[in-house]
């Protein structure tokens, strides 16, 4: 039952996250839907987590290689979905209300997604068939 009742709180924030990149886009004084390009980093964030832990094995406890690359990629992809708000909004193609929207909207999205690696990702007994 602990399952179901983070996966309803990790949706829940997910909407208010997505809620709030919508409103940057779409209200009336703001009304230019650029910002929406950071969908596709909130789609290519988990993707090298997800294959260094299928590509790599956990029998050490030191540090792993792919999994320090697989974080390292995923930081980059972060810091473009914070970075590319203001870039828009530097060069005057958002405003810059807008720009604070769609970046507390990136923020609760990223938690979101960390807390889906942290509650369904940590165990060994995890596997996509329960869905």
């Known amino acids: 039952m602990a399952g179901i009742k983070a996966l309803v709180g990790l949706s829940f924030s997910g909407a208010i ?6 409103l940057g886009c779409a ?31 956990d029998t050490d406890s030191s540090s792993n290689a792919c999994r320090e ?27 810059w209300g807008a720009c604070g929207l769609v970046m507390t909207g990136n923020a609760v999205i990223f938690l979101t997604i960390l807390g889906f690696f942290v509650v369904f990702g940590g165990g060994d007994d995890f596997s996509w068939e329960q869905w």
Not at 17 to 22: H, I
Not at 39 to 47: A, E, N, Q, T
């Open 69 to 95: 690359l697989a974080y390292f990629l995923t930081t980059g992809i972060v810091v473009s979905s914070f970075g590319l708000p203001i870039v828009l909004a530097r060069i005057n193609t958002i405003q």
């Open 17 to 22: 996250g997505l809620t709030f990149l919508l």
């Open 27 to 57: 209200l009336e004084q703001y009304g230019v839907y650029w910002p929406l390009f950071v969908l596709i980093f909130y789609i290519l964030s988990p993707i090298p987590t997800f294959i260094s832990r299928r590509l790599s094995d």
